[in-house]
């Protein structure tokens, strides 16, 4: 990468972090999925940083072309997001479920003081 690259990276990186700890401060964002914004922020910052690093971890990987393994990364990354957004999905599904079947039970029990 160019060294403008490697600023642009940098600025990008610094400002995803501050991005994700104002929403933290807002509590727009929950703590645990700040915590893997974060590190996704501080592995772009360690890149930036460190502009050979990617270079090495794709010798030691056996990766020829170093962008294929910075898109490999990223595809692994969004595939694991998937995921989890899956499981946080069907998690809340069957929550959203019982408390529906909850408040059925609840109106109806309502419903019969009423009427007595």
Do not use: N
């Amino acid at each position: 990468m160019t060294g403008t690259a490697h600023v642009l990276v940098a600025v990008l990186a610094l400002a995803a972090l501050a991005l994700i700890l104002r929403l933290v401060r807002m509590q727009a964002l929950k703590a645990k999925y700040s915590v893997l914004w974060l590190t996704v922020g501080v592995v772009l910052s360690v890149a930036a940083a460190v502009p050979g690093v990617l270079d090495r971890v794709a010798d030691e990987v056996g990766v020829a072309y170093q962008p294929a393994l910075f898109l490999l990364l990223g595809f692994g990354f969004l595939l694991l997001l998937a995921m989890h957004f899956s499981y946080e999905l069907s998690r809340l599904e069957t929550r959203v479920r019982t408390l529906a079947e909850e408040l059925a039970l609840l109106r109806h029990e309502v419903e019969e003081r009423e009427e007595d």
